[in-house]
Structure formats: C-alpha cells, structure tokens
C-alpha cells in the first residue's frame, strides 16, 4: 500500500499563477485533510473532509479551494498564487478506529511563490 | 478543541528518557491527547495517544495526570533518531473533525 501520496513533490510558481495539489490514499478514510507549514512553525489547517462529498474550512482557507473527488482523492487548489503562499502543504487522512482516530500524513509539497 | 502549551525546546542525553510535558487545562471529557513527531521535513507521524489512562506502545507512554490538565510523553531510551519536533494536540475522538497542531516542543537528542 502506497498510503498518502502527494504530487507534485516541489513546485515553482509565479505570482498569479494557478495550479492544483493532487492527494490520494488507498487506506479507504473517510476523513482527509489540507495543513501547510511555513519555515519553523507548525501545521496550520486550511481545509478538511470529514467524508465523501463534504468540505470544510480549517484555520486558514483564503486564497484556496478544495475538491473531494471521491472517498479516494482530495485536491487543493491555488487560484492566483501570492508569495505569502510560499510552504510545504501536508494532506492527511484520519482512520476511526474505535479507540479515537489516527492520522497519516503525505510526504509533503514544496511550493515556491516568486 | 482545546489549546496546548509546550515548552519551545528540550536537549536529553543519548540512552536518557525523554519527559515532554504538556499543558492542557481547558480539556473538556470527551477529549482525548495525542502525541505526534516531525522529524525534519517529513509528515507528521502519530506516536500515541489516551483518555484518562496511562497509555504505553512500542514507541513510548503517555502518563495523564488525574485531573487530566497535563501529560507527559516519554520516549524511555532516547536515540539520535528521536531528535525531532513534537507536538501534543487534544481534540474530540471520533469526528472526522480537525486535528490543531501548535508550534510543538523541538527535542535535541545529545551524543
């Protein structure tokens, strides 16, 4: 089992620019999440899907959108990219397992807006 | 969910337990603790968590004071490879509901 998986893994853009964030688990979570992570601090959420066709926001949605495909994939997408977007987005998914829930994480994409 | 306060950094010796604390007053009953690293740059990587009990896996134990406002991780035997950020995160189990990471406790692992 691959687990998370995020593509692209570094990504260079320009001001204004859109582009797209691709996750996708095989683990079948219901739940799947969006963090970014700026230089020495922690995990912010920007959005999450408790379940299939649901969406919500997290600490900081402006400036993305997000898309629940289906049970297996979540996207976040930029619209028009700005510097401060600058970070390292971490998607994630959560197992209820009766005893409180686990997340597993993705590897990360390293995104740089010039 | 309520809000967590960890000291910024710890240094512990090579072959030493790691105590890192955790204050959670504003815990509300139906919330539970976790524990989780990030070692370098990578993903997060969940190392434990509990309710009210004391909790121990293969990675370490989690001790829960009685009226639940504060924890305790321990990594019994710390290595090099423990050296990471860790960070204590309480929320409601069993939602699909958002986990929030605070800016977590850096532990250096000394030779």
């Known amino acids: 089992n691959a687990g998370v998986t995020q593509t692209p893994k570094f990504q260079v853009l320009k001001t204004g620019q859109s582009m797209t964030l691709q996750c996708a688990q095989d683990m079948n979570h219901n739940s799947m999440y969006w963090y970014r992570q700026d230089p020495g601090m922690g995990l912010r959420l920007i959005y999450y899907?408790?379940?299939?066709?649901?969406?919500d926001k997290g600490e900081v949605p402006n400036g993305y959108n997000v898309s629940r495909l289906n049970k297996r994939e979540f996207s976040l997408r930029l619209e028009s990219a700005a510097p401060s977007q600058t970070s390292v987005y971490f998607c994630?998914?959560?197992?209820?397992?009766?005893?409180?829930?686990?997340?597993?994480f993705g590897p990360g994409t390293r995104l740089t807006v010039l | 969910d309520a809000k967590t306060t960890q000291p910024p950094s710890m240094d512990c010796a090579e072959g030493r337990a790691a105590n890192l604390p955790c204050n959670h007053s504003?815990?509300?009953?139906?919330?539970?603790v976790y524990w989780y690293r990030q070692i370098h740059s990578q993903g997060p990587q969940y190392i434990i968590h509990?309710?009210?009990n004391n909790e121990t896996n293969e990675m370490a134990s989690l001790i829960i004071t009685e009226d639940r406002k504060s924890s305790t991780l321990i990594l019994p035997h710390a290595t090099l490879r423990d050296t990471a950020v860790y960070y204590c995160?309480?929320?409601?189990?069993?939602?699909?509901?958002?986990?929030?990471f605070g800016t977590g406790t850096s532990l250096t692992v000394i030779p």
């Open positions: 995160i309480v929320r409601v189990a069993n939602t699909g509901n958002q986990f929030y």
């Open positions: 509990g309710l009210k």
């Open positions: 994630a998914t959560l197992i209820l397992n009766g005893k409180g829930g686990e997340q597993f």
């Open positions: 504003t815990i509300s009953g139906n919330e539970y």
């Open positions: 899907s408790a379940s299939e066709g649901t969406t």
